[in-house]
């Protein structure tokens, strides 16, 4: 793949809509060509203030792909939090006391509950086991943010899901440059989640 300029802050839905479809439906991405030996890891980055858009776009990109015989495995982050917690009976506790306990302790249970390389990468693995799939779409970001982080969701989910081209739609924007590195600015303003090793779609073209 070669890199194109591409910015989604200055494109309309349906031109992302465009792209998305003739990029991940082509052979060249679902053979993982050109990679140079990378992860199979691409951001869909958009501005925080598109979600609904988004979520509108990714669910007919979803459905357009399958009519073209494209599987998609399409795992919501927030959706999987909460099986993990209903499944460890924790849940409907969390739901009671989440008025009356510290934010803080919250946030330390529930990033302990929901650790990414103990619970919610083999939660992934889990659901990659039971379907048949061409590539994975991850969303649910932002829903899931500060428990759970994309970057350790990435970093962790390197050696599960290398097979098969992984999408993350990401509310912020994923920058890289030569000074500072590569970055997942979550909402458009949060600096610190270095993660270098996905190309940013919107960069890609067959």
Known sequence: MVSVNYDMNQFSINDSFDHLLKLISSERFLKKQ???????FFICPFPPQKAVDMERLRIQLRNKLEQQGIRILDINLYDLAVDILKKRNIWDRILETEGSIDKEHLKE???GILDSQAHL??????????????????SGVGEVFPYIRSHNVLNNLQSTAKERPT?????????????????LDLF???????????????????
């Open 34 to 40: 050109g990679l140079g030996n990378e992860v199979p």
């Open 109 to 111: 249970l529930l990033q």
């Open 121 to 138: 990468i083999p939660a992934i693995a889990e659901e990659m086991a039971k379907a048949d799939f061409d590539v994975m779409f991850l």
């Open 167 to 183: 999408v993350m739609f990401f509310p912020g924007a994923y920058t890289q440059s030569l000074e500072g590195g590569a970055s």
């Open 188 to 206: 458009d303003c949060l600096h610190d989640d270095k993660y270098y090793r996905a190309f940013n779609i919107f960069h890609c073209e067959i």
